[in-house]
């Protein structure tokens, strides 16, 4: 129906028992990578379907009034769909032991996650620009919208780090909002090398992440790593 | 079991605590609603808040920041949160389409309630439609699909006392915008009619949202 790109991930094993799950996005990181990260660390094996964006074809008029909310990520399970990426992870997270080991901690997976897209909603105004996706003043985008929303969002996740000690965001294990805030800095850092240098903790967290296996594996073999 | 201690640290309006006070009603759960006035919150408050923010939900003695987070959080613990994960994930997945319709709307509604400087009608011009099709239509659909006349699954959860409020704010300050979705103003008045509900309703603090 559609030509878009569409592979498997690696992780086949028996399907009998399985569900089936189908990840439909854009083909870029964005806010598919997060989704994407945790179904690979969940270890479910997914079909991770790219679209090409609306510029390059007319697959994603055509799927969108098919989406619940006319955007995507979508995962469909046995057919079924569920939209928004942060409720994507979380359903996968929570079920396989990613999303914080009790009622509290979730609750803190959740406020980081939340803290990050407020930060991401101001901050996107001027990285949006420096990576080319629209026109813009760069430089007074980044004085007026870049430099402050990192300085108001950082300095509580390395506090954050620092209180926990683990590692880890909330807890002593890895949960969703790790994998997104990871993506975040590496993101961040490729835009602007020296941006995060006053945190050190969230620089040694993103490489405590992206060393753990399933997500350094992810991550070697992804479609933007080969391009 | 002892009692779980909880405190709500807000300001003296309902916004984005409302839908948790709703759920406390609900579910009969006593709980602290402390409400900051804005000469407070700078004064004594914002340094006391973890992310130096409201609202905030202490439990135990322990905070929580962001409303949705202490929203899923209260949720689940009282019955919030669907049967199902996939009936909770869609619980989230319309509370985070709230929040990005709400950034869209965001410029005309706080130049209309005064709390931001600006041309309310450029801002009505420029933002109102686009964020009404990124929430309504979605919203009128699932309620036309869901026979038992809540959002999602057969009893209320924690998105219907969120929706119902903001249609409420919404028929008071902008009557009209909803006017191509009145399935939106039946759910809001079968919320409000809940027993616990219409009871909150009554004797809460008055406040123009």
């Known amino acids: ?227 | 079991s002892t009692m779980v201690h909880y405190k709500l640290y807000y300001f003296p309006s309902r916004s984005v605590a409302e839908p948790v006070r709703q759920m406390f009603a609900y579910a009969g759960i006593e709980y602290e609603d402390v409400r900051i006035t804005k000469e407070e919150w700078l004064a004594e408050w914002k340094n006391k808040m973890t992310f130096d923010q409201v609202p905030v939900l202490e439990v135990d003695g322990k905070q929580i920041p962001q409303s949705l987070a202490i929203g899923r959080f209260v949720a689940k613990q009282y019955g919030f949160y669907g049967k199902t994960p996939f009936e909770a994930a869609w619980i989230d997945a319309i509370a985070d389409q709230f929040k990005d319709y709400w950034v869209a709307l965001a410029p005309w509604f706080y130049v209309h309630m005064g709390y931001a400087e600006g041309d309310v009608e450029a801002a009505k011009a420029k933002c109102a439609g686009p964020a009404r099709d990124m929430l309504f239509p979605h919203l009128q659909k699932l309620l036309k699909e869901n026979k038992s006349g809540f959002l999602i699954g057969d009893q209320v959860s924690w998105i219907d006392f969120m929706i119902q409020e903001h249609v409420t704010v919404l028929e008071e300050e902008f009557p009209g915008y909803l006017k191509d979705y009145p399935e939106l103003f039946v759910h809001a008045a079968k919320i409000r009619a809940l027993p616990a509900i219409k009871a909150w309703i009554e004797k809460r603090p008055v406040s123009r949202g």
Do not use: C
């Open chain 1, 1 to 227: 129906i559609f030509s878009f790109s569409s592979q498997k991930s690696h992780h086949f094993s028996r399907l009998s028992a399985m569900s089936v799950y189908k990840l439909f996005y854009f083909d870029i990181r964005g806010r598919g990578e997060v989704v994407r990260q945790t179904l690979a660390l969940a270890g479910i094996p997914f079909e991770d379907i790219r679209l090409p964006r609306p510029a390059d074809g007319p697959q994603w008029a055509e799927f969108k009034s098919k989406t619940p909310f006319g955007q995507m990520p979508v995962l469909e399970v046995d057919g079924k769909q569920i939209p928004q990426a942060f409720a994507i992870s979380r359903f996968i997270a929570s079920q396989h032991g990613l999303a914080g080991a009790t009622a509290f901690e979730a609750a803190w997976v959740d406020a980081i996650a939340d803290q990050w897209k407020d930060f991401h909603t101001e901050f996107s105004k001027f990285l949006f620009v420096k990576l080319g996706f629209r026109e813009g003043n760069e430089k007074l985008l980044k004085a007026e919208h870049g430099i402050p929303s990192l300085d108001n969002f950082f300095p509580l996740i390395e506090k954050q780090l620092k209180e926990t000690g683990s590692g880890f965001l909330v807890g002593d294990s890895v949960t969703w909002v790790d994998l997104l805030i990871a993506e975040a800095v590496q993101v961040i850092s490729t835009a602007e090398p020296d941006f995060l240098d006053a945190f050190p903790e969230v620089l040694k967290h993103e490489q405590k992440i992206h060393a753990i296996p399933l997500i350094k594996k992810w991550i070697e073999n992804r479609p933007e790593q080969r391009r």
